[in-house]
């Protein structure tokens, strides 16, 4: 059950070296992937391009972790952030936990349970979306349209959510 | 000590307290007596060739000899700077009374043990000449206390010191660990290869992590000692931040099958402490247990983390079913550098952190273990 392909990931992280080869690992286990080097890039990138789960790292100069997973959320609603923060920083991790961010994982990363919390985060995006797009749609056969008026709003929800 | 009289009592100068003895010498005797069965200093008396005639209680403890063993023998039996020692006893021949800062008696070991010494000169009226009175307390305890908060705050200062380039090296070596594994992929993909061949690569850059992760432990470690040298009280809830640093080490337990229960008490007075400093005791006993556990058993792994109250302080208990802590290392868990870990799983920092942060914030840390059975760790802080 190999679906990874789908799955569309943001690396935000301003330690270079470190996010290519990351990303270079991440795209061989299939996933696809953008990879920026500061919160201000991956905001400009997420403007034009759909993402499924941001990795951001919490500290970085200019727009930190917290900001940038805000901004990310504005643009793009759905979008699941794994923030990654040091040692200690817990305090600061569960500040962006309680801005929604799908989890915080401890640095260093371990490699395995990131790619776990990307799925897991993919999924969430996923079942969010849905029952978003359900709602919707349920509005829409509420709203008393006639039948063409219905097929016509439906399919341009699932436009805009990416379900077919 | 430096309330002695430094005429020595003969017997127009007594001490006050003495004359409410009155003429009693049945009473001063038993006064006497219970000085020499109950004071905390080591109390003897010399004749003025400095052989041993009495010896206190206390002093049989510290220095190991029974009285009986002791008297009738050169003081210098039991004295390790025999020189400062006999000189100490000139001057006090002559002056009457003489304070000699730090010197060391020798146990029945031969270590020695450091003391404050008075000696005073008592002239023996009856005959035309004197004994000496000698009280020595005891430096040992106050001393070694000392020297170790010496030492933990210069590994503090040290940490300080390095924090900056700690902070510096952890990012390459990151780095270095996020290629090693991309190694590890185009080897296992690579074509053309021999099996030992590709075995061997695979080893060697199975090394190269097992070495980042070596690193990462020690730079944590040395963040941690920076850290907490710079405390910061302020009034908190102890359950959030209990709450927070469980469920920040969860996904860890349970992938290792272990169940941890939050037992806390109804209405938590609240404390005031710093609670960045004491999350790093929770991690760090936190886990100490999951690595017990993990040690000990495959299943049915549980740690307990309980609060309640007792003497108007808070107590916070972490219990768990691991390994448990053999009896001959209970003295040894807490010094610094001290593992049993294999070299890369443990740095032997955690627990002395522990104990010097909980101290620094007026609360205590101990510990009950046995053996097969499972740690309890107590920790307890003023309420606020
Ligand atoms: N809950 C426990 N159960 C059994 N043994 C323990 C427990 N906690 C501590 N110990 C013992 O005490 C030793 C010292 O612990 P300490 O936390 O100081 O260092 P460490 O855990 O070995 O290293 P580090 O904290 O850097 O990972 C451990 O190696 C272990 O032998
Ligand atoms: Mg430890």
């Known amino acids: ?155 341009k929800l699932r436009k805009i959510y990416g379900i077919d | 000590m430096g309330s002695i009289d430094t005429k020595g009592l003969d017997s127009e100068k007594r001490h006050p307290g003495f004359s409410a003895l009155g003429d009693d010498a049945h009473l001063a005797g038993a006064y006497l007596a219970s000085i020499l069965e109950h004071s905390g200093d080591i109390i003897f008396m010399l004749n003025e060739e400095g052989t041993i005639l009495s010896f206190s209680k206390r002093g049989e403890e510290i220095l190991q000899y029974s009285e009986k063993d002791i008297v009738g023998h050169p003081v210098q039996a039991i004295v390790h700077d025999v020189e400062a020692f006999e000189n100490a006893l000139s001057v006090c021949g002559k002056k009457g009374r003489v304070i000699v800062p730090e010197l060391a008696f020798r146990n029945r070991a031969g270590t020695p043990e450091s003391c404050d010494l008075c000696l005073i000169r008592i002239p023996n009226g009856q005959k035309d000449d004197h004994v000496f009175l000698g009280i020595g307390r005891e430096l040992h305890c106050e001393k070694k206390l000392q020297d170790d908060l010496t030492r933990v705050d210069r590994l503090a200062e040290l940490g300080r010191a390095a924090s900056g380039i700690v902070h510096d090296i952890n990012n390459p070596v990151a780095v270095i660990g996020e290629i090693s594994g991309w190694m590890e992929v185009l080897i296992s993909d690579a074509s053309g290869l021999r099996p030992d061949e590709r075995e061997e690569l695979a080893k060697a850059v199975r090394d190269i992590e097992k070495q980042t992760r070596r ?21 908190f809830d102890l359950h959030e931040v209990l709450q927070n640093t469980v469920q920040f080490l969860r996904s860890e337990a349970v992938s290792k099958n272990i169940e941890i229960v939050l037992d806390f008490m109804e209405s938590p007075p609240p404390v005031q402490s710093d609670p960045e400093r004491l999350e790093q005791v929770f991690i760090n006993l936190l886990s100490n247990a999951v690595y017990s556990i993990k040690e000990g058993r495959t299943q049915g792994g549980e740690i307990r983390v309980k ?26 868990i807490f010094e610094l550098f001290y593992t049993t870990k294999p070299s890369g799983k443990g740095t032997g920092l955690g627990l002395p952190i522990c104990r010097n942060i909980i101290e620094k914030l007026g609360g205590e840390i101990s510990f009950k273990s046995e053996p097969g059975v499972g740690t309890t760790f107590f920790v307890r802080l003023p309420v606020a």
């Open chain 2, 307 to 332: 609060t309640s109250k007792t003497d108007g302080m808070v107590e916070i208990l972490i219990s768990d079913n691991g390994t448990g802590i053999p009896e001959e290392l209970h003295e040894k």
């Open chain 2, 215 to 235: 690193c990462r432990a020690i730079t944590r470690q040395v963040l941690n000692f920076a850290r907490e040298s710079a405390s910061e009280k302020r009034t």
């Open chain 1, 1 to 155: 059950m190999e679906e990874k392909a789908d799955i569309r990931v943001l690396l935000i992280d301003d330690e270079e070296t470190l996010l290519e080869y990351l990303s270079k690992r991440l795209l061989r286990e299939g996933f696809t992937v953008k990879a920026t080097f500061s919160g201000e890039e991956a905001v400009e990138v997420a403007a034009d391009d759909n993402f499924d789960v941001a990795v951001v790292d919490l500290k970085m100069p200019g727009m930190d972790g917290v900001e940038t997973q805000k901004k990310l959320k504005k643009i793009q609603p759905f979008l699941q952030s794994i923030v990654l923060t040091g040692h200690g920083a817990i305090d600061t991790a569960l500040e962006s936990g309680r801005q929604d961010a799908y989890k915080y994982l401890l640095k260093p990363i371990e490699y395995d349970n990131l790619v776990d919390t990307i799925k897991e985060a993919y999924e969430k995006k996923v079942e969010l979306q849905q029952a978003k797009f359900r709602e919707e749609v349920e509005e829409i056969y509420r709203s008393g349209r006639g039948a063409r008026g219905i097929k016509k709003a439906v399919n």
